[in-house]
DNA sequence: TACATAAGTTGTAATTCGCAACTGTTTCTT
DNA sequence: AAGAAACAGTTGCGAATTACAACTTATGTA
């Protein structure tokens, strides 16, 4: 596996990442005692503060109806507040109730320091390489949409 | 978001990637007419010519059951071929049938492409780091286990 | 005003998955 | 060498997740 070209390379690191952070997302949202989706529209939501059950189901990739229930249960569990959007009442906005702040808060805690641990365990001279290699290549990813 | 720390934009860019990864798993495997985890088993099983229940179940985090019945499907529809070890008959060796051939070429095929052009799309003074980068980074990457 | 479009919800059904129990095989212990 | 323990894999079963389609309500447009 050695002398394998560039794009192999790539390929390959990639397909590391992709189990090693399929791991780290998992294990995240059993430690907070939510399932993978429920943390996933709670991180989101906290990030944009105000959320769209189609916005969310466009970012993680799934069914309206499966987000509108998911929603459901984070609701009624005191994680997530749903408001009709006064400007257009077709939309109903998302927001984090007192117990979906906390989770917010833990994960994106939790998250802090994996990362920044992740970055000490690098050599200080690969630092700049490493996130600005990633920043690019994740920028350059294609979403390919199959026909 | 312009004035992160390093560890931030650290994670922002493994967000993304994450995201789009995860876009570009699912394309691949409903193009070739796969769940996920089918196109995971045949990759895998691909990759390493042959390999175990267990083996499987722990590369793609499932449970054994869960690969059992997985293989099954692919054994019904030709992709896989079940056997036993005759060295230790508590394992079942996999291998690849000659529909589970085909898909393994074309999943590989469609990979080295994407990611053939991926790599050209990134300035050439700067795929260097970018490969390295990676390479770097998915190595420190831990496993975490939440207790 | 009527019609088309959009956001979200709900009915329904299929799929996926994991736990637990079980079978058969090997290895360890005494 | 016999029995116990450990291990790989399968199967029973139930719970959870998901998508598609139909529906409701709201908005925009002809």
Known sequence: MSFTNPSQRLRESTRLLTRKLGFLEIDEAVCCGVTLTQCHVIVETGRKQKISVNELAELLNLDKSTVSRTV????NNGSLIREADPDDRRY???RLDLKGEELFKNIEQRMDIYFTETLESIPEEKRKQVIEGLEIFSEMLKNIKCI
Chains 1, 2 share one sequence.
């Not at 459901?72 to 609701?75: G, T």
């Open 72 to 75: 459901d249960q984070l609701v």
């Open 92 to 94: 109903v906005m998302l």
